[in-house]
């Protein structure tokens, strides 16, 4: 009898300490539950995948959070057009440098995804981006076929964030992938070079 007293005692123990433990991780669980429904993927090592815009979205509701949430210094962006940065004019002071295709270069891209209009896009976040003294506006001669965008790389804090743009892609199922500098530095700091090379063969535009 007394063996079984014990044996009920040490299972309500360890009944109270699996609800406490449950307690202290059931945040962290529906976190993960609905990262999963959401698709996220992390693979570790400093890599975040998102599978879909909608993941992407759930995790970061906005770039200009993202970038405040992370006091973030300095961004360098590649954008294919960056329309919908610029109209939710949040944290813009943050990006100093800021790379878009030519408008004829991007009108391929434009017919595949059947989006009119995006010449005029770009010469309008031009000149909404030149408003900004601290900003940059340079526009490459091709399409890249990549959003990226570089943030306070020249820190340990830094990190790169990509998403394909491909011709014919669906912008909700497109998926992207956030690098960290501390965990992957080499990475982080090739895509900044390719970034300076793009850069100094960009026509530099002057808003005039």
């Given at each position: 009898m007394l063996e079984l007293l014990e044996g009920v005692g040490t299972w309500l123990i360890a009944a109270d300490d699996a609800n406490k433990l449950w307690g202290l991780t059931r945040p962290l669980?529906?976190?993960?539950?609905?990262?999963?429904?959401?698709?996220?993927?992390?693979?570790?090592?400093?890599f975040e995948f998102y599978a879909t815009r909608q993941a992407l979205n759930i995790e970061h509701p906005s770039l200009g959070?993202?970038?405040?949430?992370?006091?973030?210094?300095?961004?360098?962006?590649?954008?294919?057009?960056?329309?919908?940065?610029?109209?939710?004019?949040?944290?813009?002071?943050?990006?100093?440098?800021?790379?878009?295709?030519?408008?004829?270069?991007?009108?391929?891209?434009a017919r595949t995804v059947g989006q009119s209009g995006v010449g005029a896009a770009i010469r309008e976040v031009t000149k909404l981006a030149l408003k900004r003294p601290e900003t940059k506006v340079a526009w490459c001669k091709v399409f890249l076929g990549a959003s990226v965008t570089l943030v306070d790389t020249d820190k340990p804090t830094g990190w790169v964030h990509v998403e394909p743009t491909l011709p014919y892609s669906i912008m909700r199922l497109r998926s992207s992938y956030t690098i960290y500098k501390r965990h992957s530095e080499e990475a982080v700091m090739e895509m900044q070079r390719i970034f300076n090379e793009l850069w100094e063969g960009a026509d530099k535009q002057t808003g005039a």
């Open positions: 669980a529906h976190r993960l539950r609905n990262r999963r429904r959401a698709r996220v993927i992390y693979a570790g090592g400093g959070k993202r970038l405040a949430n992370a006091n973030v210094q300095s961004v360098d962006a590649a954008w294919p057009i960056g329309q919908n940065f610029y109209h939710q004019k949040e944290e813009l002071h943050r990006v100093k440098r800021l790379l878009l295709p030519r408008p004829e270069a991007a009108e391929y891209y």
